[in-house]
């Protein structure tokens, strides 16, 4: 089993559309927890940053983080063509310089 | 704005063949990082640095070695380039968290 599992999708959903992104884990010892946006061809962008369980919100993405049951989320409200991009996960220990990623889910967000 | 750059966006090379991949951080970052991205498969981590001269290996070394003789510099290098080694090569360097740059992507032929 992988420390952390993402559904690699793809998915595909109307301009607008609210879109929930999901990565669980399975190492209790991760306290940080990072999206990805990552263009075709591109390198990976962070785009949320946040620490133990709770919400963050930065525009219309909210990163959500439920420390109990091992999961995390990545909410796009009134999404657009240009949100279209592959979305990883990526997590870490206190003190650990190393991230585990998830695999990364494709996006694709039609006009 | 942390940067982050890679010497090269586009490497065609033959099987054989000694490779060279540059990355270069301007933000006196103490780690640096280098994967390999394939498709299915997602991140891997091939090997990082703590500090000049420091290495550690990562998930997938094999066949890889690198270099960090500055701080702001840390190259991957192929001894020997196979076919296998084809892939997108991202390099990332760390404070709270990682910086990528936009990769390279090396085709050996």
């Known amino acids: 089993q992988k420390e952390v599992e993402q559904d690699p999708g793809p998915l595909s959903v109307p301009e607008g559309a609210i879109v929930s992104l999901n990565c669980t884990y399975s190492?209790?010892?991760?306290?940080?927890f990072m999206w990805y946006r990552q263009y075709s061809r591109k390198g990976p962008e962070l785009l949320m940053y946040?620490?133990?369980?709770g919400n963050k919100e930065d525009g219309r993405f909210t990163a959500q983080v439920d420390k109990s049951s091992k999961y995390i989320s990545l909410f796009i409200r009134d999404s657009q063509p240009s949100d279209s991009a592959t979305y990883l996960c990526?997590?870490?220990?206190?003190?650990?310089?190393?991230?585990?990623f998830g695999q990364g889910t494709r996006l694709t967000i039609n006009p | 704005d942390v940067k982050v750059t890679q010497s090269s966006r586009y490497l065609v090379k033959r099987t054989g063949e000694k490779v060279f991949l540059e990355c270069v951080q301007d933000?006196?970052?103490?780690?640096m990082f280098w994967y390999r991205q394939d498709p299915g498969l997602g991140l891997r981590l091939i090997y990082f640095?703590?500090?000049?001269?420091?290495?550690e290996k990562g998930d997938i070394p094999e066949g890889y070695s690198v270099s960090r003789e500055k701080k702001e510099r840390f190259s991957l290098i192929l001894e020997s380039a196979s076919t296998n080694q084809t892939s997108m090569y991202l390099c990332?360097?760390?404070?709270?968290?990682?910086?990528f740059g936009p990769g390279t992507r090396l085709t050996v032929l």
């Open positions: 990526a997590m870490s220990a206190q003190g650990a310089q190393k991230l585990v």
């Open positions: 190492n209790s010892a991760f306290q940080y």
């Open positions: 946040t620490y133990s369980s």
């Open positions: 933000m006196d970052h103490e780690n």
């Open positions: 640095s703590y500090d000049v001269k420091m290495k």
């Open positions: 990332a360097s760390n404070r709270d968290t990682q910086y």
